[in-house]
Nanobody
Framework: QVQLVESGGGLVQDGGSLTLSCAAS????????LGWFRQAPGKEREFVGS????????YYADSVKGRFTISRDNAKKMSYLQMNSLNSEDTAVYYC??????????????????????WGQGTQVTVSS
């Protein structure tokens, strides 16, 4: 069982920046693919981005590409979501998630929420215009 705790959410002005953190309870974070998702009111949870186990590769939704950066520090049991140039459409609850790697899968498999085994409780990000 892996527990994930997000932090760093809050209120930010349009065009501003924010960094979210995700703290994991496991010392073996390196065996999990990590993903970030978000859910706005009245909308389904959507993929923001993911990062491979070593951190060598990252993938992003088109809506955040070039503005958001995911990183991880396995030794510190942490993942980060750096968000720049925020706008009102980025307002949502943001979640980090961890996935066991499934045999025979490739990176796009982990763009889906149902690929993930563990979830944090989420942190609210509100962008004001």
């Amino acid at each position: 069982q892996v527990q994930l705790v997000e932090s760093g959410g809050g209120l930010v002005q349009d065009g501003g920046s924010l960094t979210l953190s995700c703290a994991a309870s496991t010392s073996f974070l390196n065996i999990y693919i990590l993903g970030w998702f978000r859910q706005a009111p009245g909308k389904e949870r959507e993929f923001v981005g993911s990062i491979t186990r070593s951190g060598s590769d990252t993938y992003y939704a088109d809506s955040v590409k070039g503005r958001f950066t995911i990183s991880r520090d396995n030794a510190k049991k942490m993942s980060y979501l750096q968000m720049n140039s925020l706008n009102s459409e980025d307002t949502a609850v943001y979640y980090c998630a961890a996935a066991n790697v499934r045999t025979g899968t490739s990176s796009p498999y982990y763009f889906k929420a149902n690929a993930y085994d563990y979830w944090g409780q989420g942190t609210q990000v509100t962008v004001s215009s």
